[in-house]
């Protein structure tokens, strides 16, 4: 077995092996491997000298940049454990993450120093700020310049145990407070390691990742992946589908990562003659809807490899090329076993949904529990599975078949409708672009289905026309009774819809009601 390093000697060994010339170009700035290495030995040494200690939150608030792997690797390689946030985090929500991270530090763009000054708690004593900004008032914590803590001469590093915490990546929370998943720097090494190997990385590759860093996917499946293999790095800071392959043709990208609405978006762009004329080879991710995978492989000459895992347990199944059921998600990996139970935790029989579960079968393959929430993290591994709130079934073949988050069921008269399949459903009529299916309280009691669209390009949606489609496709009780035409669906960073801020927005007037029509 390879022996598992923490991040900062990981880092220096994969930078020893790339070839000289070998590294990320991240939003338009270009570092070596090798000179990536050497910065986080001055960022180790600088953070250091603020007086922190291994074991110690550090926060990160900022965009996708060289400055911001510098900061990670130095920060894990001075056994440092790195929070990063969303940029977008509203000041009610920053506030929550600053203080439930208990850190004394916060390290971030100056454009978001006022947000994070307004929202410090008296715990926070200094800011580590990026680039030209404000300077501080009276009283606050301390302003400090990142480029004089990332010129620090390096000096003595304490020894890192594998088996730390390398950093604490907190959930969305769209079901209460955002919970803070403790990642060790063996997990993350380990998931490096685990894609590099699924997909066949080697030194010839130029992977592409649109997502952020401070979500699991950029970091562990593109960066450190990349440097893993001695491959080549592009990391935009988001998504333009209108720009996307010209991207991959313009930087020879060999391999890119999906997730959430990427492909159905990518799928529903015009053709192009020249959408199968691009470098990219292969794709990892989930999920592609299965309705458009066969079509997406045929017009992009992409191979797509499916996966199913979380921040908390990275890859669980994944179905390459070569194990194919399309729709599900593979088999369970060589690293985790897999379940689907009932409310009781019992096993269901093949073909029956019910809530996924999993195990690792090995140390170092999932997270360590949720920082300053035991309760939570009890609860997640109730007798003795991982509980990820996902409902899914197996089939008599072992492959694993995603169909929501337990949260995003519809409870409707009596019947759960699973909002993944009317979405499925919708998102293959031509005049649709997106859609996000969820429920709205209804006036009988329980939920009523409510579907946001948004219009395919150059096309419209009439919601009758839309919900007549439906029938004969949904059960009766899945078909919605509320459609609303939008001009975009609220997305995080890594392309999934914000169901909770439809919900939220409940029924507005021009929403359409099939009842009432």
Known sequence: MTAVFPLGNWLAAAAERARPDAGALVAGERVAWRELDARADAAAAGFRALGLRPGDPVCVLMRSSVATLAVWFGLARAGLVEVPLNPASGRTLLRYLLEHSGAAVVVCDAEFEPAVRACAPETVRAVVVSGVGETSGPGGPARLDLADVLAAAPGPLPQVDPTAAAVVLYTSGTTGPPKGAVLSHRANVNLARHTVALMGYTADDRLYSVFPLFHSNARYCSVMAAAEAGADLVLDRGFSASRFWDTCRAHGVTAFNYQGAMMSILHKQLPRPDDADNPVRQAFGA????????????????????????????????????????????????????????????????????????????????????????????????????????????????????LDRVKDTIRRRGENVSSWEVERVIAEHPSVGQVAAYGVPSELSEEEVAIAVVPAAGATVDPAALVAYCRGTLTSFAVPRYVRVLDALPLTPSQRVEKYKLRAEGLPPDTWDREAG
């Open 287 to 402: 999920p592609c809807p299965p309705e458009v995978f066969a079509s997406f492989e045929r017009r992009f000459g992409v191979q797509l490899t499916e996966i199913y895992g979380s921040t908390e347990v990275s890859i669980v199944t994944d179905m390459p090329p070569h194990a194919r059921r399309i729709g599900s998600a593979g088999n369970e990996s060589a690293n985790y076993t897999v379940a689907v139970v009932d409310e009781r935790d019992d096993p269901v029989p093949p073909g029956t949904p019910g809530e996924i579960v999993v195990r690792p079968k090995a140390a170092g393959w999932m997270f360590d529990g949720y920082a300053g929430d035991p309760a939570a993290t009890a609860a997640s591994w109730r007798n003795l599975w991982f509980h990820t709130g996902d409902r899914g079934l197996l089939d008599a073949d072992g492959y694993l078949f995603f």
